[in-house]
Each structure stands twice: as C-alpha cells, then as structure tokens.
C-alpha cells in the first residue's frame, strides 16, 4: 500500500471518464438543438460539416458535402 492512495487511480480515472462522456454529450446536444432549428436540407448538410471540419471556405464545404454551386451560396 503506497502511502493509502491504493486503487484512487482508478477511482479518479472512472471519475474522469465520466465527465468527459457528460461533456461530450452536452456538447452535442448542443449541435443537435440548432440542427433542429435549420429549415433546409442542403443547409443541415453544410452545419454538420462546419461542426466536425470547422473552419472551412465555401469551396472545401462544397467539395467536402458534395453539394452543388447554386445549392450553396456564399455570403
């Protein structure tokens, strides 16, 4: 037994990944309650992939989501 700390590693590791997994999961809840708020198919698409890929040119978003020029505007 060193010094009474025996087995808190993996008291503190469970603890931890614990609150990584809450933060993560709020985090995304995040993402998904303004996802619900976007009207357009195509601009639902673009926001998903700002979200992972961020930060992006309008070129790389349409490349990236496959989109056409005139789905997606810039400005």
Known sequence: MEDGFEGWDEVVRGIVDGLVEAVRREYYMT????????????????????????????LS?????????????EG
Do not use: C, H, M, W
């Not at 978003?61 to 505007?73: K, M, Q």
């Open 31 to 58: 993402y998904i309650g303004r996802l619900r708020d976007i009207g357009a198919p195509s601009e639902k698409v673009v926001y998903v992939y700002l979200a992972f890929f961020q930060p992006q040119v309008a």
């Open 61 to 73: 978003i349409r490349r990236g989501t496959g989109l056409n020029r005139n789905t997606l505007r």
